[in-house]
């Protein structure tokens, strides 16, 4: 699936950066989503759960189940879709926005690759939030707030530059390049939940390496997209990012 991803990303930032992508190939946008979702979800796949032994919380290392990972992607695509209908039609939790079709058709106004969308930033965030050293719902619910934090930090980047070029338009003015605080609030909360429904992941040198290009990779195309239509805020929202992503695996690899 990495090839797969890698590909299509270059090709999609190279058009996106230069003559933008052609009306023909607009369904490249939302295939992108679902590319980027399948990637990560691999990368989780790679990865071993902890299982406790003792109530001393020794534990060992088993891979994750097909069934279990395809359970909760089904999960976290059911239940990003839900809150995005319930955000088109009733402006919560996320504010009022309204998507077009620039992402794939609509179900009920809401793009069907954004339940993908919502796999891939939740798993993302999962992949780069390492609580070494707790287990159980203690550890679950640190790992959520990690997870929320990774999740904002993206979407300071993502949703000014999709704002501005047409994926999607937010109501009213004000917060941060017209999109609401409430959005990025309720994408912490929703994002941090969302990740629940994996267990905790022991990840290897190299499964962590890809996941931080990974993230590093969406900050730079967006980061770059933003400096585009100088949204300032955002281009400096992407290099922290970056370096946050990368101090965090580092110092995971030292300790």
């Known amino acids: 699936m990495a090839w797969v991803f890698w590909v299509w990303y270059v090709i999609g930032a190279g058009l996106l950066l230069t003559i933008g992508v052609p009306k023909v190939l607009d369904v490249s946008n939302g295939l992108f989503l679902v590319f980027y979702a399948l990637y990560a979800l691999s ?14 919380s020794v534990s060992h290392a088993n891979v994750i189940s097909m069934r279990h990972l395809v359970s909760a992607a089904a999960l976290m695509w059911l239940g990003g879709m839900a809150l995005e209908w319930l955000g088109v039609h009733t402006g919560w939790p996320f504010g009022q926005y309204a998507y077009s079709n620039t992402l794939g058709a609509l179900i009920w106004g809401v793009p069907w690759t954004l339940g993908f969308a919502w796999i891939a930033v939740v798993t993302g965030g999962i992949l780069l939030s390492s609580v070494r050293g707790l287990h159980g719902w203690v550890g679950k619910v640190v790992r959520a707030c990690l997870v929320g934090v990774w999740i904002i930090i993206l979407d300071l980047v993502l949703d000014p530059v999709a704002h501005a070029r047409g994926f999607w338009h937010w109501g009213g003015s004000g917060g941060f390049y017209g999109v609401p605080w409430s959005n990025f609030v309720a994408w912490f ?5 969302l990740s629940l429904s994996i267990p905790l992941l022991t990840l290897s040198r ?22 585009q239509h100088g949204i300032t805020g955002s281009v400096i929202f992407a290099l922290v990012g970056i370096l946050l992503a990368e101090g965090s695996y580092r110092y995971d690899r030292r300790a």
């Open 206 to 227: 190299r499964i962590r390496r890809q996941a931080v290009w990974l993230y590093q990779a969406i900050l730079l195309m967006f980061g770059l997209l933003a400096w």
């Open 43 to 56: 990368l989780v796949r790679k990865s071993t759960v902890q299982t406790p032994l003792s109530d001393r």
């Open 189 to 193: 909360v929703v994002g941090g939940v």
